[in-house]
């Protein structure tokens, strides 16, 4: 991409992701639906993305050299498509139809309708082949173009993810950045409670992956990682972004039972006045 | 009996010279250059040929990433793994997210024989038919899938074909064109319509010679497109010939033969006869033992259609 930008400030960025957090929140309590802790727990890292680090230009979604961003944790819609709208992808108006009769924001990205939505997430599991799928294609042309990928965490016990982890390493693809939204919860329970992980860190590096660990909502962390890519040569990067679910609002922070409680009229106020503050 | 021959040569002889003039076109596989007879293709585009070892849900996943970035990849594996492995990525990440990949679904049917019904793809049509917005091909012969695999590199979207080892006789002149979505019609006759596609056309049509010596004039459709189907073919078939047999190298359930009773019991109510595997795992047997055992033969399929038009005297 030709465009040059120049990055906003931190405190600019803070700010981006704090009102992406309370226009999500606003949109999730009018649709009475949404996965509020996933949303918020990775707000930080599509802010960094979005206002600071991908090549991406809403005039041209389908610019071929643009870079890719493939959400494969799609329940956490709500975030993407309010980031979406603020990076100028989609108009605020839209937002206000989040998961309506007919409205184009389905409760999981379609990018038939979305612009800037690269495939269909939903089904845990799938983004990685793609993103893998994307990389070997900027490899094949030759072009320096990127895939940033973002899992969840409970998202990796899909066997899927590790056949992709595997080819990744296998065809060197240092044009690919697997983020994983370590926020420890998956819907029913703590991820370690479930079918645990860790090591993680170890899992991918024995995989064949450069392997960062950082605090995902940490704007200036993030920038400094992301800067950093591809972290060796001839190997995809995966950066562990552990993050808080439910970050930014007291009540929510780490609370499993806010996986996709929606908040009511009282709670949405509180929370507003939190993010604000 | 005429000379025989394997789709899967056809396949890859077309895609080597769809590759020569097209440099997005690329090869992906699951460690199964051989049994795609894809070794030519590799030695020709080494690097456009990608394999993904064993891994058939990252394959189809790979595929849709690579679509994304302006290729047109050509995924290649034995039909019975690509399609039941890989079901959830061919839903969600081809036909939902509308993918340009190409699905090549090798081997399907009874094909592998002796190695079983774990190996047999009986399934696929079905399974596949299912799935909104994409299309899917089964070519009858080496002609017929060679403009299939030209057809779908031409043709934006997801498309799944099946490409047959089973040798199978020429049933097309060189001059066939295959349309997607559209019967044609390979012999006419006005007293029962038999429906085929696949390795299933040629023995549709040596059952018509069968009933011809009976006195029973047999209209033979190939139904390659099986999904979007040609409903007007199957209409004027119920309408014009009163009785309609389908015949398919998979299972009689929700494929090919449900596609066209969806047809005819809402649009022309007419006497039909399923035939294919009776939804059974096959016993242990080779593919030509196995389609006698099932009577997927000649014969078969002609006492299915005399059974039709026997019915309609007596009634």
């Not at chain 1, 930080?44 to 005039?59: G, K």
């Not at chain 1, 895939?147 to 044009?175: K, P, R, Y």
């Not at chain 2, 090549?104 to 774990?118: I, R």
Request: overall charge negative; proline content about 5%; glycine content about 10%.
């Amino acid at each position: 991409m030709t465009t040059v930008r120049t990055r906003p400030g931190l405190g600019e960025l803070r700010s981006t992701a704090n009102a992406i957090r309370r226009r999500n929140l606003e949109i999730i309590h009018a649709a009475g639906l949404g996965h509020t802790g996933g949303d918020l727990s990775a707000a930080d890292i599509l802010t960094a993305l979005y206002f600071a680090v991908l090549e991406v230009d809403p005039a041209q979604p389908d610019a071929p050299e643009r870079d890719r961003y493939i959400q494969s944790k799609g329940h956490a819609s709500g975030v993407l498509y309010t980031t979406l709208a603020a990076a100028g992808f989609i108009p605020d108006s839209l937002l206000d139809a989040y998961m309506a009769p007919g409205s184009a924001l389905n409760g999981h990205p379609d990018r038939k309708r979305v612009p800037g939505v690269e495939t269909n997430t939903g089904p845990l599991g799938h983004g990685l082949p793609v993103a893998v799928g994307t990389a070997i294609a900027a490899k094949l042309d030759r072009s320096r173009r990127r895939t940033f990928v973002l899992c969840g965490d409970g998202e990796l016990q899909e066997g899927s993810n590790w056949e992709a982890i595997m080819a990744a390493a296998h065809h060197g693809l240092d044009n690919l950045v697997l983020i994983v939204d370590r926020n420890r919860l998956q819907q029913g329970a703590r991820t370690e409670d479930t079918n645990g992980l860790d090591p993680l860190d170890a899992k991918l590096a024995a995989f064949g992956w450069s392997v960062r660990e950082i605090d995902g909502n940490d704007i200036p962390a993030l920038l400094e990682v992301f800067d950093a890519v591809p972290f060796s040569a001839a190997r995809p990067s995966a950066v562990i972004a552990n993050t808080i679910k439910g970050r930014g609002v007291s009540f929510m922070e780490d609370r499993v039972e806010w996986h996709h409680k929606v908040p009511t009229a009282e709670e949405l106020d509180r929370a507003l006045r939190e993010l604000s503050a | 009996m005429s000379e025989r021959f394997d789709c899967r040569e056809a396949f890859q002889r077309t895609l080597v010279e769809l590759a020569a003039s097209d440099e997005r076109i690329v090869a992906v596989v699951n460690d199964s250059v051989g049994s795609s007879k894809l070794g030519g293709f590799g030695k020709a585009y080494p690097d456009r040929l990608i394999n993904l070892g064993i891994a058939e849900q990252n394959m189809v996943g790979v595929g849709a990433g690579l679509a994304n970035g302006g290729r047109i990849p050509f995924v290649s594996a034995a039909a019975p793994f690509l399609t039941g492995r890989a079901l959830e990525q061919i839903k969600a990440d081809l036909a939902y997210s509308n993918a340009n990949v190409k699905l090549c679904g090798q081997s399907p049917g009874v094909a592998y024989g002796e190695l079983g019904p774990t190996h047999h793809s009986i399934e696929d049509l079905a399974w596949l038919r299912a799935i909104a917005d994409l299309t899917v091909v089964v070519p009858a012969d080496p002609i017929e899938t060679e403009q299939v695999i030209r057809w779908a590199a031409a043709t934006p979207g997801p498309v799944f074909i099946r490409v047959s080892r089973m040798p199978v006789p020429i049933v097309h002149d060189d001059g066939y064109r295959f349309a997607a979505g559209a019967a044609a019609t390979l012999r006419e006759g006005g007293d029962v319509t038999l429906i085929a596609c696949g390795t299933m056309v040629s023995r549709a049509l040596d059952a018509a010679n069968v009933l011809s010596r009976r006195g029973i004039e047999a209209r033979v459709l190939n139904m390659a497109t099986v999904q979007p189907l040609d409903r007007a073919a199957v209409v004027a078939a119920a309408v014009e010939t009163r009785a309609v047999v389908t015949v398919e190298e998979a299972t009689v359930r929700g494929g090919l033969g449900a596609a066209v009773a969806e047809v005819v019991t809402q649009e022309r109510p007419v006497p039909m006869r399923i035939l294919g595997i009776p939804g059974v795992f096959a016993p242990t047997g080779s593919a030509e033992w196995l389609l006698e055992h099932f009577r997927l033969t000649a014969d078969g399929i002609a006492a299915a259609a005399l059974e039709l038009t026997t019915e309609r005297v007596r009634s």
